[in-house]
């Protein structure tokens, strides 16, 4: 679709390597972002993302 038209998931790589993130990260978030939208209003599984998250953001912390 035209940029104007949403029609998906946009994730700015740019913040990603900023991190530090690599390919496996990258897969990784793929990977969590594709789990929350399997199963979207299940707590169980979105407190197991933000789990995953938090571990993944802990080892690679924003610049400052």
Not at 22 to 43: F, I, M, S, Y
């Amino acid at each position: 679709e035209k940029p104007m038209v949403t029609s998906g998931v946009r994730i700015g790589t740019p913040a990603m390597t900023t991190r530090g993130f690599k390919e496996e990260e990258a897969r990784q978030t793929a990977h969590l972002v594709a789990d929350v939208l399997d199963k979207p209003r299940d707590e169980a599984n979105l407190a197991a993302v933000r789990a995953k998250v938090a571990e993944l953001t802990k080892r690679f912390p924003v610049y400052r």
